[in-house]
């Protein structure tokens, strides 16, 4: 494991994560490719007896390894960075309006576990789904609501355009009136603080509404 992370840059304190989520197979094959290309025949002999073509198939489309164009595979970019060009990724993330979950927490070690996915609301499906299907009181459990400041509100209507749910309203502008403060619904907010990150007044702020699995495991 400690040469994994050596070859993939990988800090030791993610090590929980890799065996989460990595099988010992795809531990081994990315440790056999050590940042380099193989052919598919090169990586059996590599792994031994246990591997096979299905082995690669899954690494692949588990996004464990990547294919060339002439055929042989490497490790695909690993995306478990702390390093300024993964904030940057979260950052941008967030401008495009993207749906953030994270399910971060520290075990008992000090350790971190858990993800953070930069999901797009076209294919965050199971929040589509409850909705389509009228199962949003029952899953995918909300943790935030959007609560809106009134008072730094210019009324943009930014946040109403972001968000993905139709959670925000806003009445029709009056001659001659200033825009009105816009209603976030309760009822319909999914909590996926896309109208906070766009909000150019910062007038949006996240009320956690229930903590998640893996804090109620540790806490
Ligand atoms: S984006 Fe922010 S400033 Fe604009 S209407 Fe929404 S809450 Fe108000
Ligand atoms: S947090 Fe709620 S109100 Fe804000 S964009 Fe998401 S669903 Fe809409």
Not at 147 to 155: A, R
Not at 193 to 205: M, Y
Request: hydrophobic fraction near 35%.
């Amino acid at each position: 494991m400690t040469e994994l992370f050596d070859i993939c840059g990988i800090p030791a304190f993610l090590e929980p994560w890799i065996n989460r989520f990595y099988t010992p197979l795809e531990i081994d094959l990315l440790t056999n490719l050590n940042g380099k290309a193989m052919t598919a025949a090169e990586a059996r002999q590599a792994l031994g007896p246990e591997s096979s073509d299905s082995l690669l198939e899954r690494a692949w489309r588990r996004g464990v390894v990547r294919r060339l164009d002439d055929g042989r595979v490497t490790p695909a970019d690993f995306h478990v960075r702390f390093e300024s060009w993964a904030l940057s990724i979260v950052k941008e993330a967030n401008r495009q309006g993207l749906m953030q979950g994270a399910e971060l927490a520290v075990d008992s070690q000090g350790r971190l576990d858990g993800a953070l996915c930069n999901c797009c609301n076209d294919c965050c499906f199971p929040h589509q789904l409850a909705r389509i299907l009228e199962v949003e009181k029952f899953w995918p459990l909300s943790r935030y609501l959007a609560q809106l400041s009134p008072e730094p509100c210019n009324g943009c209507g930014r946040c109403i355009r972001r968000c993905p749910f139709d959670a925000i309203t806003q009445a029709k502008k009056k001659k001659g009136m200033p825009p009105s403060t816009p209603v976030i619904e309760a009822n319909l907010c999914r909590g996926c603080g896309v109208c906070a990150t766009g909000c150019p007044q910062e007038a949006i702020c996240m009320q956690k509404i229930r903590a998640s699995e893996l804090e109620t495991y540790y806490a």
